[in-house]
């Protein structure tokens, strides 16, 4: 695979502060990298994707998100021509040529361009692609710090029965007007509901609710995440009882603590609801305790598989 030349790169991580990706076989600066305007990803949202990110220069998880990228894959009877090692390498190879330590790494299969525009899927050649750009988080700073604010929307996020949340996918517009709804109401981001009414997830993240010292998050019409199963992997730990289940509006308005997850940011706090505070308004102990672990986890070789810069 051809790479630029990137000697000075390695050592200067402002050469591609906009990072690097990985398309049609060759590594290009983020601005350079695009795709076909007839490639099915983008007329139909026919693609998966997963997201891993670089904290302090290594990949957290990789496996988990690879297992997840893969499995999708073959339920979308997409195939690439790289096998799981030279995925790691071109991810491996994005990020050391972007020089970024803490980075967001996406890898993508489309459906891609078919010849003649047929619209049989199985004409289409699927295209892979990778990107990395600096690290990103649902919640900045202020965020972090003081909690977001959530709003619980009346939308339904797109049921299982017809897209299933296992294949992580573009199917957006439920969320992105979610969000539109939330700015409305004065919140920063959204909850949509699952097809029992109860809540399901939000653009990007899981979410949980502690009451009286019990963890849950919701058990249908969300996408297992990562960080989801991390929080389920950091609770064991920690001793705190964590479980998957159905969580009424009115349960999440009663938490005591509420906290979203995703890979760009991790453990994050929500301290409003709706119009309400929830708890007593600060960032709950048990919020606490799963967002340190998790950040200390990154350091554990057992998660954490450092990039090689040089
Ligand atoms: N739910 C949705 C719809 C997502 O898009 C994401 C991540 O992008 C998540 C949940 C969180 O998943 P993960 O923890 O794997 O980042």
Not at 65 to 89: C, Q, S, T, W
Not at 134 to 162: E, T, Y
């Amino acid at each position: 695979m051809p790479l630029p030349d990137v000697t000075q790169t390695y050592r200067d991580p402002h050469r591609y502060p906009k990072g690097i990706s990985f398309l049609d076989d060759q590594y290009v600066p983020m601005d350079q990298a695009k795709v076909s305007v007839l490639d099915y990803g983008f007329l139909h949202s026919d693609a998966t994707y997963d997201v891993v990110h670089v904290w302090q220069g290594a990949f957290f998880r990789l496996d988990l998100h690879l297992d997840r990228f893969f499995a999708g894959l073959e339920k979308l009877h997409m195939a690439i021509p790289y096998n799981r090692d030279e995925v790691i390498e071109i991810l491996q190879n994005c990020v050391a040529l972007s020089g970024h330590r803490d980075a967001y790494v996406e890898l993508i299969c489309t459906r891609g361009n078919s010849p003649d525009f047929s619209r049989d899927p199985r004409d289409a050649i699927n295209r892979f692609m990778a990107f990395a750009i600096p690290f990103g988080s649902v919640a900045n700073k202020a965020q972090m710090k003081r909690g977001l604010h959530l709003a619980i929307s009346d939308r339904v996020r797109i049921p299982s029965s017809s897209v299933d949340p296992s294949i992580k996918n573009y199917h957006w517009l439920d969320l992105v007007q979610g969000l539109y709804d939330a700015y409305e109401k004065g919140a920063e981001t959204t909850l949509l509901l699952n097809d029992h009414g109860n809540i399901a997830e939000g653009p990007g993240f899981n979410v949980f609710a502690v009451k009286d010292g019990l963890v849950a998050t919701p058990d249908s019409g969300v996408l297992a995440g990562i960080t989801r199963q991390t929080v389920f992997d950091l609770c064991a730990e920690l001793g705190i009882a964590c479980e998957a289940t159905q969580i009424s509006r009115d349960e999440l308005v009663a938490a005591d603590e509420i906290f979203i997850s995703s890979t760009a940011g991790g453990v994050m706090p929500v301290t409003r609801l709706n119009h309400s505070v929830v708890g007593d308004g600060l960032l709950g102990p048990i919020y606490r305790q799963v967002h340190q672990l998790y950040w200390d986890k990154h350091n554990d070789p057992v998660w954490a598989l450092p990039i090689n810069y040089s």
